[in-house]
């Protein structure tokens, strides 16, 4: 068909943003709409042949980007969730500190050591140790689990996703030897921070232990959810913006899910396409940056990894946690936490990204620029 009007506006944003062009706000906020199948400020919205090709071509594109950097390539890290207390009670999350249903563990330190040495012999060279906002994990423990990990792997990667800390233990984690550090900003938009969190959070600290966390030598991963209560369009671009901004290593974003015991219960999931349009966007405007298909989205969709790496995504996290406590780190309902999502389902993983013409790779997967 020709390609006038709508498409062609969209053709030639995702075009700017290929050949590494900075599109303003009016702009994403055209292209996400006009993605999403939603007039928006432009005169009409796509019909459904011309939606089509749009999105076709916008993950054609962020293929070609991905494979342009990474080849064929996908990185794997081995996810090691080691409790699920926090002291925080964000309105979205199942383990908040409110929930008194959470059936509530922590990882010793030898059980953190015993899945590292497991997932090294299963080819994983990163561990990327999650948990909630916890002080038994201080900062001393959390200093002498890294050092342990290093010193028994010292071919391997670390990373960190432990929320927010302050300065002087995220110096001290790096010096154990920490390599990289996920803090997700959930939303850049003040007002749609606030609404999501309690007024002991602030959207200002958060961004600061990510500049924190960059200074210190760490390569940095952000992220949001997507379709989290109260998200408009205007939202996600600022998102974009931010990440423009802040240059990460890494981003993480996958659909929100909510969670039977919070106050969003019944709030609809996140779209796993607006996930996906996402995804090849971030590829797009960020070429070199590791890019994860996440749980979240392999939860919302079964091909939602697969689909997440043919828009963009190069890195999967398999999960390496023991058996008995994968359920009980409940983000959300509905979460995939055995079977092919299991580490130790590694050929079963391997073949379904062969099926889609991707290798898994060996090694640690560092970010190069």
């Keep these: 068909m ?26 994403m906020l055209a ?6 199948g939603v007039s928006g400020a432009q005169p009409k919205a796509p019909d459904a042949e011309e939606l089509r090709e749009a ?18 390539g996908v990185f794997k890290r081995g996810l090691i969730e080691i409790g699920n207390y926090c002291r925080n ?15 509530r563990y922590r990882l010793t330190e030898d059980e953190i050591s015993a899945c590292c040495r497991e997932g090294y012999d299963l080819g ?3 561990f990327v140790l999650q948990g909630g906002e916890d002080p038994f994990f201080s900062v001393s ?13 010292p071919d391997c990667a670390v990373t960190l996703s432990l929320g927010e800390a302050d300065r002087d233990a995220y110096r001290r984690w790096r010096k154990a030897g920490a390599d990289r550090y996920l803090l997700r900003h959930e939303t850049a938009d003040e007002a749609h921070y606030r609404s999501l969190h309690p007024g002991t959070l602030s959207p200002e600290h958060r961004k600061r232990c990510l500049y924190a966390l960059k200074e210190l030598g760490y390569q940095v991963g952000t992220g949001f959810m997507v379709g989290s209560p109260g998200q408009t369009t205007e939202h996600l671009v600022s998102d974009l913006a931010f990440i423009r901004e ?34 090849a966007v971030i590829r797009l405007m960020s070429p070199g940056v590791l890019l994860p298909a996440t749980t979240a989205l392999g939860s919302a969709a079964e091909d939602g990894r697969e689909r997440g790496i043919l828009a963009g995504a190069n890195v999967v996290m398999p999960n390496l946690t023991p058996v008995p406590y994968r359920a009980h780190y409940a983000l959300y309902d509905g979460k995939i936490c055995t079977g092919e ?7 079963c993983l391997s073949r379904r990204m062969r099926g889609i013409g991707y290798e898994l790779l060996v090694g640690k997967g560092d970010y190069t620029a």
């Design 341 to 347: 999502e299991a580490a130790q389902c590694g050929g």
């Design 124 to 126: 994983f060279r990163t």
């Design 89 to 103: 009670d964000c309105y979205y999350c199942g383990i908040r500190r409110g929930n008194g249903n959470a059936v």
């Design 2 to 27: 020709s390609h006038t009007g709508e498409p062609l506006e969209l053709r030639a944003l995702i075009d700017e943003l290929r050949a590494g062009g900075s599109p303003g706000k009016e702009k």
């Design 246 to 279: 802040l240059e990460p290593h890494m981003v993480g974003i996958g659909p929100f899910l909510p969670h039977r015991d919070t106050i969003y219960r019944a709030h609809p999931a996140g779209s796993v396409e607006l996930t996906l349009i996402l995804i």
């Design 55 to 72: 999105r076709s071509y916008l993950y054609a594109s962020a293929r070609r980007t991905q494979r342009a950097v990474f080849g064929v």
């Design 31 to 36: 292209l996400l709409d006009g993605l999403m």
């Design 141 to 153: 423990r959390i200093e002498r689990i890294v050092r342990r990990i290093k010193e028994s792997h």
